[in-house]
T-cell receptor, first 115, second 114 residues
Framework: DADVTQTPRNRITKTGKRIMLECSQT?????MYWYRQDPGLGLRLIYY???????NKGEISDGYSVSRQAQAKFSLSLESAIPNQTALYFC??????????????FGPGTRLTVL | DQQVKQNSPSLSVQEGRISILNCDYT??????FLWYKKYPAEGPTFLIS?????DKNEDGRFTVFLNKSAKHLSLHIVPSQPGDSAVYFC?????????????FGKGTKLSVKP
């Protein structure tokens, strides 16, 4: 079973609609992240959370909000979707740096299309 | 301003030959560097990392070289295989002084031709 899961995997919505993307993890990590990938722009950080009570804005947080419902769950919301939010969205998790494990573990992604 | 740069959007290599993917960075505070591989319709997967106190790290066919004075790292794949065809992202992080967020380059699409 996948350690980091994302739902839905694909979503088509219309401009102005509210949409939520969900992420769950079984790795037991405290840290969770949301990224978006656009062609030619790499991965850009939207929001990150280091524990249930900690939420931080990333590089491109405008138009997005997040909720950390539990250690294992981190959801991303688009309050009023617009076409330039069409992208691939990835959730990721990581352990504490003190463990010596530096990498982040990514989910399979959600392809979002806003018409 | 981009802190991590991958200046080659794409690279094509013949099977069996060496693939060299390059990455430059501007922030001298970065203390770990990572390479991720991404296939279509999948999330990025971790490939190899290197600490700033080292200049080389090897894992099977994959070797990462770090040149701190030039603020440059490279990923060597030898020998290249068709299954290595993917987008490769370079990432950097400053664990010592910040929250530990990865900064990614824009990626290089590697095509390995049989």
């Amino acid at each position: 079973d996948a350690d980091v899961t994302q739902t839905p995997r694909n979503r088509i919505t219309k401009t102005g609609k509210r949409i939520m993307l969900e992420c769950s993890q079984t790795k037991g990590h405290d840290r969770m992240y949301w990224y978006r990938q656009d062609p030619g722009l790499g991965l850009r950080l939207i929001y990150y959370s280091f524990d249930v009570k900690d939420i931080n804005k990333g590089e491109i947080s405008d138009g997005y909000s997040v909720s950390r419902q539990a250690q294992a769950k981190f959801s991303l919301s688009l309050e009023s979707a617009i076409p330039n939010q069409t992208a691939l969205y990835f959730c990721a998790t990581s352990d504490l740096p003190a463990t010596g494990v530096v990498e982040q573990f990514f989910g399979p992604g959600t392809r979002l299309t806003v018409l | 301003d981009q802190q991590v740069k991958q200046n080659s959007p794409s690279l094509s290599v013949q099977e069996g030959r060496i693939s060299i993917l390059n990455c430059d960075y501007t922030n001298s505070m970065f203390d770990y560097f990572l390479w991720y591989k991404k296939y279509p319709a999948e999330g990025p997967t971790f490939l190899i990392s290197i600490s700033s106190i080292k200049d080389k790290n090897e894992d099977g066919r994959f070797t990462v070289f770090l040149n701190k004075s030039a603020k440059h790292l490279s990923l060597h794949i030898v020998p290249s295989q068709p299954g290595d065809s993917a987008v490769y992202f370079c990432a950097a992080v400053n664990y010592g002084g910040s929250q530990g967020n990865l900064i990614f380059g824009k990626g290089t699409k590697l095509s390995v031709k049989p």
